[in-house]
């Protein structure tokens, strides 16, 4: 398949004159990320649909412009923040063909193997990300996207479920580092005023859509019985069940809060407006939504004006928490086609000017992906006829759960 990014930025962005929303990507990501062995030629789809309904071209939106970075390549001690160095002398060392090495110790088998190329992926993806937390911190854009991220199962010492590298976790530790700084600009008289108090640490919110449990980035931050960091809050909505992956305590709701319980890690929704963030990191995975073929439990739809799909619950992060910068990450989903229909129609409502969910799917010949969006050759993802079997009393519960820890929470930011 032909794909050319025609307008992708190599230098420093500093030649802007007011904050846009930034997408990482370069030639080299999407080769590299398409040859992930649970999503073989995903991420080519997705760029080429973006590129087929012009969301990359600067005049797509009027409302945000976006701006195309490069990413630059993690380093080891970018990637050693947060990794273990054995794991990573493990990941990136070259194969030398007879590869009869046990890697069973870093989750290296089974659905995490590895694959030519596995080294350049993992720095592109995890540098992406990185490039795109950056770019948040220092003011050079108020909304950031890498739909190559997101791997939220990657532990520190170990890959899982399809997960080779924590790139979530190593921009959250990134961004708690700074307060956001104020945008640049060329002209002082478009500066946007840094929006956060500066007296107090930043804050970081990760938010979880995921169909899975988001226990890689859980895990690393948390902490029960903790009263000395209130940084970064940890919010995962998933599918729960016995036999269910990933397999974790945490990913239980919480009744009945016990020591072991750390409200800054929770399983549930939660408001933004108790823990105040200063970003807020949003993975997208998409193996929530109907037809999913791996992950059959959830029935999610996607169109903006139905409340409570995937579209709605971006617009609504993207339009009511104002004042907070925010990270938009992939994640799973093996519909190659439908995780690309929905990453760009996620773009355009990032953009502020979301697709007709009706519109066709565009045929012609720089799209020659066409023939793979058969049957329906259109952006949505309907939801299906599936049951909803979340009983009132399940929900009820839920919503006690939810409430108690937000109890918890605001009466430890208030402290
Ligand atoms: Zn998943």
């Not at 854009?141 to 890498?146: P, Y």
Request: with cysteine.
């Amino acid at each position: 398949m032909k794909f050319r990014l025609w307008r992708i930025l190599t230098g420093p962005v500093t030649h802007f004159s007011f904050v846009l929303p930034s997408w990482s990507v370069s030639q080299d990501l999407i080769k590299y990320s398409s040859r992930l062995p649970s999503n073989p030629g995903r991420s080519i789809l997705v760029h080429s649909l973006a590129n087929a309904f012009g969301l990359l071209s600067y005049e797509f939106s009027s409302l945000r412009r976006l701006q195309l970075v490069k990413p630059k390549p993690a380093t080891i001690n970018d990637l050693g923040a947060y990794h273990a160095r054995n794991y990573l002398d493990a990941l990136l060392r070259t194969p030398d063909g007879t590869d009869s090495e046990d890697m069973s110790e870093f989750g290296l088998e089974d659905d995490c193997p590895r694959f030519p190329g596995l080294s350049e992926y993992i720095c592109l993806v995890a540098g992406a990300t990185i490039t795109a937390a950056n770019a948040l911190r220092f003011g050079y854009a108020d909304i950031a996207i890498n739909w190559d991220g997101g791997r939220h199962h990657a532990q520190k010492s170990r890959a899982s479920g399809f997960c080779y590298v924590a790139d979530c976790v190593l921009a959250i530790l990134l961004l708690k580092k700074t307060q956001p700084a104020p945008a640049l600009s060329l002209s002082s008289d478009t500066t946007i005023p840094n929006a956060t108090p500066s007296h107090r640490k930043p804050r970081v919110m990760y938010l979880d859509l995921d169909v899975h449990f988001s226990d890689g980035v859980s895990q690393a931050f948390y902490s029960p019985g903790r009263s000395s960091s209130t940084q970064v809050l940890t919010v995962s909505i998933h599918h729960a069940a016995p036999g269910f992956f990933p397999s974790s305590p945490l990913a239980q709701l919480p009744f009945d809060p016990s020591t072991s319980f750390d409200p800054f890690t929770l399983s549930l929704s939660l408001l933004e407006d108790v823990f105040k963030p200063d970003y807020v990191v949003v993975q997208c995975g998409v193996d929530g939504l109907a037809g999913d073929p791996k992950c059959k439990v959830f029935n999610w739809s996607l169109d903006v004006a139905a409340e409570g799909s995937l579209g709605w619950c971006v617009s609504r992060i993207v339009d009511d928490w104002k004042g907070i910068r925010k990270l938009f990450l992939g994640g799973g989903g093996y519909h190659a086609p439908n995780a690309a229909r929905t990453w760009a129609y996620l773009t355009s409502i990032i953009l502020g000017n979301p697709l007709d969910i009706s519109i066709n799917i565009p045929d012609d010949p720089s799209h020659s992906a066409f023939p793979l969006y058969a049957p329906s050759f259109t952006l949505d993802v309907p939801a299906g006829n599936m049951l909803d079997t979340n009983s009132k009393e399940y929900l009820a519960e839920a919503r006690k759960s939810f409430e108690r820890a937000s109890e918890m929470l605001q009466e430890i930011m208030q402290a």
